[in-house]
């Protein structure tokens, strides 16, 4: 039995890990932290739980390929449930409020109530977001592998949306919402990603919130990542966590072996490389970067990402007159030198078992960029007490905001966690403390990788990095995707149930 060897075991690792199984290879899953999951994760913090990551899961629908997918990974089951908000975020911007409801027709009709002055543009945004509702991603083969029937089948359920697509990839978000003149319309178009994504980015968000294509299954981010693993070990594959790959040993155009920190020694036939793709090209050597990432790590203003602040509140009450996400506008605050005037709150009462009875979990959301990445990289490796203060007073400013909103909440809100973008760099290994891949702009046109490296035969890449502009479905799919790969490769079969 050929023998692969997974480096990195976040969503794509462990997908990865899975379809090799399946398939017949023998399986390794080495990951530098202490648990899988990589930023798919959660954690404990004085009786709350702290959840890292999934706001929605693109492949709630059971109409899509993607949701099979999720479903044959052990992510999605008949008893896993699947909370379905009737309210997706509610925006307070000038005194308004507008909320953005699963019911589009009601989202629709209360955005014109606000704004009629942009009655014309409200009604072609909503024709958008009907259109873009029918996408499905292609989730069962990488493109090089889809026949012309596959092509087909994909161009049919998608051909609706390439006029849009033509119109609007090219303008900024900023360029778009310019066209409202309604500031909280405004506002809710533009708040919820950063300025740099292109329009067709929110479009697509929304509307697969819309269409019950982006839900939340219950227990959260660890809990999704922990099925994963767990489907893995049922199927025999093996992971060892605390390794930390630190070198590779190469042989002509095949890698032989990778070495990690404790100074133990893997040899494999294959290996997938599933961590951090700048991490990979740290250990394999930039001399194996094609132009696709040349290019992207060369020009950060042309291919930006993006990381946030995120602190944790424990609330002293089940939170019930806030939103299950709410933007609200206040007045302006600094974090690392930056001036910010609108907060991103989530509220997690949905959850129960994420407190104590009674008592919730809030999650403030700042976006970060890569210049505010580098001032929090420069505080920690200079300055510990300096970075931690710096954490401190840019929560308590938040949370003097959010009282400022909604002032009996005073002395009901307690700090429990905070997270910086140099967090994830340093948990887990991510570029510039990106939790996404590379941001889809209005300047960059839509480009996957092929998941090869060329100049090595038996090497294959997976995670979010390969698929701009990365989440969830895409890290599943490229883990999926690299076994492909390596199956037509070695001439074996590639065993799935999701044809
Ligand atoms: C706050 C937040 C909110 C998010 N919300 C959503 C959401 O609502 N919906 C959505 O779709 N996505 C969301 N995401 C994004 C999602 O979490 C990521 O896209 C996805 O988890 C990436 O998976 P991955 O496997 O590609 O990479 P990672 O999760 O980064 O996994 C890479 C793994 O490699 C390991 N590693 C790194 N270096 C080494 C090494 N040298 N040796 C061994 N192992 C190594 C890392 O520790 C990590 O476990 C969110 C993320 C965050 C942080």
Known sequence: MAKVVIIGGGVAGLAAGIYARKSGYDCEIYEKHFITGGQCTGWNRGGYHIDNCVHWLTGTS?????????????????????????????????????????????????????APEDRRQIRHFVKMLKTFSHMDMPALKPAEQMTFADKMRFLRKCWRLIPYAVRYNGVSLPDYVSRFRSSVVRAIISS???????????????????????????????????????????????????????????????????????????????????????????????????????????????????????????????????????????????????????????????????????HTVLQVLMVQDAADFDRWQHLYTTDR?????????????????????????????????????YSFHRYCGAYKGAYMSFISTHKTERELHNGRVAGLDNVYLSGQWIQPPGGLPNALVSGRFAVQRMCKVDGTEFVSDCK
């Open 62 to 114: 059971p109409d899509t390929d993607i949701h099979r997918v999720w479903r044959e990974v052990g992510v999605l089951a008949d008893d896993i449930d699947i909370i379905r908000h009737k309210l997706f975020l509610q925006v307070r911007q000038d005194g308004k409020v507008l909320n953005v409801w699963s019911d589009l027709d009601r989202f629709a009709d209360e955005m014109t109530a606000i």
């Open 385 to 421: 007490e300096a970075y931690r203060a710096e954490k401190a007073r840019a929560a308590a400013a938040i949370v003097e905001r959010i009282v400022e909103l909604e002032p009996h909440y005073a002395g009901h809100l307690k700090v429990i966690e905070t997270v910086s973008p």
């Open 192 to 358: 919820y990603l950063p300025a740099t994504f292109n329009v067709i980015s929110i479009v697509y968000m929304y509307a697969t919130f819309l269409s019950g294509n982006g839900a939340i299954p219950r227990g959260g981010s660890m809990a999704l990542t922990k099925r994963m693993e767990t489907r893995f070990r049922q199927l025999g594959g093996k992971v060892f966590t605390r390794h930390e790959a630190k070198q590779v040993g190469i042989e002509g155009n095949r890698l032989r072996s990778v070495t990690f920190a404790d100074g133990t020694t893997v040899e494999a036939d294959n290996f997938i490389f599933a961590c951090d793709t700048r991490v990979t090209f740290d250990l394999l050597g930039d001399k194996y970067m094609d132009n696709f990432f040349r290019k992207r790590y060369a020009d950060i203003d042309t291919y930006p990402v993006f990381s946030n602040f995120n602190v944790y509140l424990a609330a002293d009450s089940r939170c019930e007159d806030l939103p299950d996400m709410l933007i609200f506008s206040c007045r302006p605050f600094s974090i690392v030198g930056r001036s910010h005037d609108r907060i991103v709150l989530k509220n997690f009462n949905y959850e129960p078992s994420f407190a104590p009875e009674g």
